[in-house]
């Protein structure tokens, strides 16, 4: 019940930013507990999405985002009559700024789900960060409670390295 409740948020999410930004949506995915399916019933639904030409600054991408988050709304609440207290966590990139790398698409070479993914963009991006880190050795490691990388384990004092 509770990945269903969840896939009908993610379902209704891919429409909606299909509906909203078009042309412009390059890939939807979702990571976090969510994509792992490891989700409790008030898990955010982490979501990376990439879009053509977005406003500058964070603030001006939430704004324009609430009109995708206006379009789930009856989702939501559907779901939130199941028990399913859920909130959409977006994080909202161009593609030039998925190519300069963040640490975020270090966890997301391991546990993203992809919902869209117009010509394969970032399939293609987490697959040549994916062989990088296998090159440097990197590995993540649970520790406590939150995953930790460790990109380079024979890493020397002084050795530069990139991602």
């Keep these: 019940?509770?990945?269903?409740?969840?896939?009908?948020?993610?379902?209704?999410?891919?429409?909606a930013c299909l509906a909203h930004y078009g042309e412009r949506l390059v890939s939807l995915a979702?990571?976090?507990s969510v994509a792992r399916g490891?989700?409790?019933f008030d898990s955010d639904l982490d979501c990376l999405v990439v879009a053509r030409d977005l406003p500058s600054g964070r603030m001006r991408r939430v704004e324009e985002f609430e009109a995708v988050e206006s379009r789930l709304?009856?989702?939501?609440a559907a779901v939130a009559d199941r028990g399913v207290t859920t909130r959409i966590s977006p994080i909202l990139k161009t593609p030039n700024e998925v190519e300069r790398g963040s640490l975020l698409f270090l966890d997301?070479?391991?546990?993203?789900r992809l919902v869209y993914d117009r010509d394969?963009?970032?399939?293609a991006y987490?697959?040549?960060?994916r062989d990088r880190l296998a090159v440097l050795g990197a590995r993540r490691i649970w520790r406590g409670n939150a995953w930790h990388w460790v990109l380079k384990p024979d890493l020397r004092p002084g050795e530069v390295f990139e991602l």
Excluded: N, Y
Excluded at 126 to 129: A, E, H, T, Y
């Design 1 to 15: 019940m509770l990945q269903d409740a969840f896939q009908s948020v993610i379902d209704a999410l891919h429409a």
């Design 30 to 32: 979702v990571f976090g």
């Design 38 to 40: 490891t989700q409790r």
């Design 73 to 76: 709304a009856r989702c939501l």
């Design 108 to 112: 997301l070479t391991q546990d993203a």
């Design 120 to 123: 394969g963009f970032l399939a």
């Design 126 to 129: 987490l697959g040549r960060l």
